[in-house]
């Protein structure tokens, strides 16, 4: 059964960096066909890709968000970070980790397997 867990913490000051990172357990990000995904719900907002990075290491961004985003993963490889620069009160929203067959979706079912989420907040 594999499990992901989000962690970093939960307030960010505005025009720094969040940095999150995504802890797989009961897998490896090395496994062939899935893409493992950044997804942040705003408040009162759907879910929006942010990005991914593949089982080859190939990373993948949102072109809305690509000159902020960057996806890294651990040696271990069963760790994903994600770094959002220059934060401001917008990128206030729940982020999730999530792994899937599919790249730039952001339906719930095109997922096997998410994190159970983490709040950010971004403000002074």
């Known amino acids: 059964q594999v499990q992901l867990q989000e962690s970093g913490p939960g307030l960010v000051q505005p025009s720094q960096t969040l940095s999150l990172t995504c802890t797989v357990s009961g897998g490896s990000i090395t496994t062939d066909y899935y893409y493992w995904t950044w997804i942040r719900q705003p408040p009162g907002k759907g879910l929006e890709w942010m990005g991914a990075t593949s089982s080859t290491g190939s990373t993948y961004y949102d072109p809305s968000l690509k000159s902020r985003t960057s996806i890294t993963s651990s040696t271990s490889k069963t760790q994903f970070t994600l770094q959002l620069s220059s934060v401001t009160p917008e990128d206030t929203a729940v982020y999730y980790c999530?792994?899937?067959?599919?790249?730039?979706?952001?339906?719930?079912?095109?997922?096997?397997?998410w994190g159970q989420g983490t709040q950010v907040t971004v403000s002074s």
């Open positions: 999530a792994r899937g067959p599919r790249l730039r979706t952001s339906q719930w079912s095109d997922y096997d397997y």
